[in-house]
């Protein structure tokens, strides 16, 4: 799939676009959190709900730094969600196509949003002012934190990074990778004060042992409604269960264990994960 890119081809052509299509949009969603934390799951089932537009890894925000207004992100939203769709929503070697529902399309659009979470983290702490500008989109604004186990997703960046490079990461590449976490972790919790009401945590363990029903949570909080047919859909494309990849690494030692205990206990949101 190739992804859109601010470049001047992409700014007049949604500049030009028109905008009849959002005028039932109610509510802007975007997602913050960690990379390789199932942000991409979640993000196409929610595109599979006739009143949902999520784009899939199109970095609104730094559009929206560039200079890009708000029509014109809301067209390349669309733009990319259909182009996901095209390409069978296949993303890493996993598909993300839900059966029979809207995908890349929709009945009635009354939330748009995207789902890059890890790099929307990035950006706010670097221009904290986007919030507000994002926030002003639409008449709501609605928050996805999506937290995996830290140990997993600290293990899954490094061997991702592994695979990239063809290399294998020694225990500085380690520590680097969870300082690169925390500093998401703490930004997030900075978020989260600034916006308490408008943000909700998704734990993926929790969504992949009851999908139907966190789903539901998931569309009761962004104020839609869903059907069995949608939630079965849904349903069919996630894991049997989710994947403890830190026990695919020899890097977690008992003092590297310790370590990120220690820091995950700061956190009211990931107290309950332990190695």
Same mark, same amino acid.
């Given at each position: ?22 005028? @039932? ?39 929206? #730094?560039?200079?890009?207004?708000? #029509? ?24 993300? #196509? ?27 702490? %670097?221009?904290? %002012? ?17 937290? !995996? ?40 919790? #900075? ?5 308490? @009401? ?6 993926? %363990?929790?969504?992949? %042992? ?32 989710? !994947? ?18 220690? !820091? ?12």
């Amino acid at each position: 799939m190739q992804l859109i890119k601010p470049n001047i081809g992409n700014y007049l052509s949604s500049l030009i676009a028109g905008g009849s299509q959002f005028r @039932d949009l109610s509510t802007y969603c975007m997602f913050i959190g960690y990379p390789r934390s199932s942000h991409s799951l979640i993000g196409a089932l929610l595109d599979a709900h006739p009143e949902m537009i999520i784009a899939h890894e199109l970095n609104a925000l730094d559009f929206l #730094k560039k200079g890009y207004s708000r #029509k014109q992100i809301f067209h390349l939203l669309l733009r990319q969600s259909k182009a996901f769709h095209d390409t069978q929503n296949e993303w890493m070697g996993y598909s993300y #196509k839900v059966e029979g529902q809207w995908q890349g399309r929709y009945d009635k659009l009354k939330i748009i949003g995207d789902k890059r979470g890890g790099s929307s983290t990035a950006l706010l702490k %670097e221009n904290p %002012e986007l919030l507000d500008k994002i926030k002003s989109f639409c008449e709501k604004f609605k928050v996805l934190h999506v937290i !995996r186990n830290p140990y997993d997703n600290i293990t899954t960046m490094i061997k991702r990074k592994e695979k990239k490079r063809n290399t294998t990461f020694n225990e500085a590449d380690l520590h680097r990778k969870i300082d690169h976490y925390f500093d998401k972790t703490a930004q997030i919790e #900075k978020i989260k004060t600034q916006i308490p @009401d408008n943000i909700l945590d998704i734990y993926i %363990e929790i969504f992949i %042992e009851n999908p139907k029903a966190e789903l539901s949570r998931i569309c009761e909080f962004l104020e839609v409604e869903v059907n069995e047919d949608y939630l079965s859909s849904c349903a069919d494309i996630v894991f049997n269960k989710s !994947r403890k990849t830190r026990h695919n690494i020899d890097l977690w030692t008992s003092k590297n264990i310790e370590v990120v205990q220690k !820091r995950i206990d700061q956190y009211d949101f990931l107290k309950h994960y332990s190695f």
